[in-house]
Every structure is written in C-alpha cells, then in structure tokens.
C-alpha cells in the first residue's frame, strides 16, 4: 500500500540511521527505555494532580491496549526488519513475551498518543501541551528509523488511541446513565415503602390496638 502510494520511506530513513552509529544508539534506547516511564508517568501525574480525570485516563489507557491486541490478533503483521532476510521469529523468551507478528497497530505510537491526550487535556501551561504533543511524532520517527514499524503502523496507533478513549468515554457515559437508573428505582421503592419506623429522629407508628 505504501508503494502504491509512493510513500514508501522507511527502506531510506533506515539506511540513512545506520550510518549514524551514535545516533542509532540513542534512538535504540528510546525505543527500549522511554515507552512505559513515559506511559506509566502519564497516569501517575494525572492520579497525583488530577485525581477526578484519573479514572477516564485509566479507562482510556486500558481500552487503548484492547483495541492494540485486537489489531494484532486480527492483522498479524511482521515489521519492517524482518523483510529481505532479516531478523526472523526465534521461538525464545522475547517471541513468547511478545508475538514477532504484532506491528500493526504501533502499541508504541498507541500509548504516545495516549500520553500527548492525557497531558494535554490537564496541562495548565500551554508550553507544556505544544511540547507534548510532538511526543507522538517523536516517536512515530523512532520506530521508523529503528526498522520497528511502517510508517501505516504509526497512523493504525494513533487510531486505536482515539478508540480507546472513544470506547471509555462510551463506557463510563453508559455506567453512569445505569447508576442514575439503578438510584432512581431505589429511591421509587423507598417512597412506596413509606418511611423506616426504626430510623433515627422518626416517631414510631402507632400500636396497632389489641
């Protein structure tokens, strides 16, 4: 598809890193080290400073990962290293961690676009939100050149983060409707009960005569 679009990119953006050696050091620690503080950091700075917003960013984050597993299980992709002789699936610990054929949807570009949300929707200063927002592109480059997905993988994150968040705003919108219609029918039934003679700083019924 890529071809077809004469976007095809990823073949010379690899080539072109290779021959940075430095820089292909900094970008393969990113790419190892930087995904989950920076995800895990997300939640914890909105549970900290933002305590009502950390149940949608929990929700948000979770639905994110359901929608990235589905996509891998649905459309099992390879990434771009292993075409033309690459690496291939050995069958170890890593394969069994992670399946070699899990590069559509980005689960990296998933979560940076996650993150970028989380931020910039509770960040007070705008220079914070303008920052944090390049950290999905940020990323985008990084699995690029890191030879770890196609640049459509990147696209197919970015959708499954806005799913995720669709699908927990779906959720707790649903949750709390069913919450008002649960308390509403409690209520029903208490006013058709009439008032707990035992309460507190109620009057008892009378005797009923003998």
Do not use: K
Not at 67 to 95: H, I, K, N, Y
Not at 100 to 107: I, K, T, V
């Amino acid at each position: 598809m890529e071809r077809s679009l004469g976007l095809y990119v990823e073949h010379d953006a690899q080539g072109w890193l290779t021959g940075h050696p430095w820089l292909a050091a900094i970008v393969g620690f990113l790419y190892l080290w930087g995904h989950v503080p920076a995800t895990v950091g997300a939640l914890v700075w909105a549970r900290l400073e933002h305590p009502r917003a950390f149940g949608l960013a929990r929700d948000a984050f979770l639905a994110t990962q359901l929608v990235v597993v589905a996509g891998w299980v649905a459309f099992p992709t390879a990434p771009p290293r292993m075409l033309s002789g690459g690496e291939r699936p050995s069958g170890g610990l890593v394969d069994l961690i992670q399946s070699p054929y899990a590069a559509l949807p980005s689960g990296h570009v998933a979560f940076a676009a996650f993150v970028a949300g989380v931020v910039c929707s509770l960040a007070a200063w705008r220079w914070v939100r303008g920052v944090v927002a390049l950290y999905p592109v940020l990323v985008t480059a990084v699995v690029v050149v890191t030879a770890n997905h196609f640049w459509l993988d990147a696209v197919a994150g970015v959708g499954a983060a806005a799913s995720g968040r669709g699908l927990a705003v779906m959720g707790r919108t649903l949750a709390g409707r069913f919450a008002n219609r649960l308390g509403n029918v409690t209520r029903s039934r208490d006013e058709d009960v009439g008032p707990d003679p035992s309460a507190p700083g109620r009057r008892p019924y009378p005797a009923a005569p003998s």
